[in-house]
């Protein structure tokens, strides 16, 4: 059975390339534009990861996993962190919120799905 992947990122572009980077490795994918349009789409359905970036309108990537680690059915889904920002603090906060994983904006397709596929199992 292969893996379902919630991505969150406000930008078109990064959405594009997660999703063909992660569908050409097998995964269903699922995308949402922000934290809010991310709890909705978690409402609808179940994932075994989230790819998410921090700095998005309406619900930044940290409030998302707040929010979600509150849901007794997504408390342990893993969240990885895609993302401009490399400050120390920021992962900090990240990590206290219930993120597994970072990686850095510009990243190679590749090291995502090696990522994913860590995180996973698979």
């Known amino acids: 059975m292969t893996a379902s992947i919630l991505t969150v990122d406000d930008s078109a572009s990064i959405r594009l390339t997660t999703r063909v980077a992660l569908s050409n490795a097998g995964y269903t994918v ?18 075994d990861i989230i790819v ?8 930044d990537g940290l409030t998302m996993i707040r929010e979600l680690r ?9 969240v990885i962190f895609l993302t401009t920002e490399s400050d120390a603090e920021i992962k900090q906060q990240a990590k206290a919120a219930g993120a597994t ?8 397709p590749e090291s995502l799905v090696k990522i994913v596929r860590k995180v996973l199992g698979r």
Request: aromatic letters at 6%.
């Open 70 to 78: 509150k849901l007794p059915a997504h408390t342990g889904v893993p």
């Open 52 to 59: 998410t970036d921090l700095n998005m309108p309406n619900m």
């Open 101 to 108: 994983g970072w990686l850095t904006k510009p990243f190679d």
């Open 30 to 47: 699922t995308e949402a534009v922000d934290g809010k349009d991310g709890l909705a789409k978690l409402d609808a359905g179940q994932f």
